[in-house]
């Protein structure tokens, strides 16, 4: 009787280990995310920082309502996760202006506002590098599942 073997696994250890990453994919891909994300939230915050730098009127709401959202599924079955403003409780600063539109009026300015983007060149600038250690986590974490012994 023939026997298969991949690379030295038996077929049986082969799905074995096919199936212990299939049930691990969900934490890999979450891992993946966060860490892409964290990557496009430090420019953004980066960037803010230098628009808020020297303001006589910021007092630390908008930075510290920038945030990534659990990462949860959407309607199409894919995993996601957002960056924005007024994660950790922090919607609206200590004067019940929303953060988000605070942000909105510095990325797009306003009739008094000339515009301060900060966050369209933060993605621009670091989503490539995103979606390479994104890449780079999910090669690795999957590799390291394969290797493990059942």
Do not use: C
């Amino acid at each position: 009787m023939a026997k298969l073997t991949v690379e030295g696994f038996s077929i049986e250890d082969f799905s074995d280990r096919l199936q212990a990453i299939a049930e691990g994919l969900t934490e890999i891909e979450t891992e993946a995310l966060y860490k892409g994300a964290g990557i496009i939230t430090d420019e953004i915050r980066a960037n803010l920082e230098k628009n808020l730098r020297g303001s006589k009127y910021s007092k630390g709401d908008l930075l510290e309502s920038l945030g990534i959202s659990p990462a949860k599924v959407d309607d199409k079955g894919d995993l996601d996760v957002h960056i924005g403003f007024g994660s950790k409780g922090k919607e609206y600063d200590r004067r019940g202006t929303s953060n988000v539109l605070k942000a909105r009026a510095m990325e797009n300015g306003t009739s008094k506002q000339k515009k301060k983007p900060f966050i369209r060149p933060a993605v621009r600038k670091t989503k490539e590098k995103a979606a390479e250690v994104m890449a780079e986590v999910i090669q690795t974490r999957i590799q390291e599942k394969f290797r493990q012994e059942k």
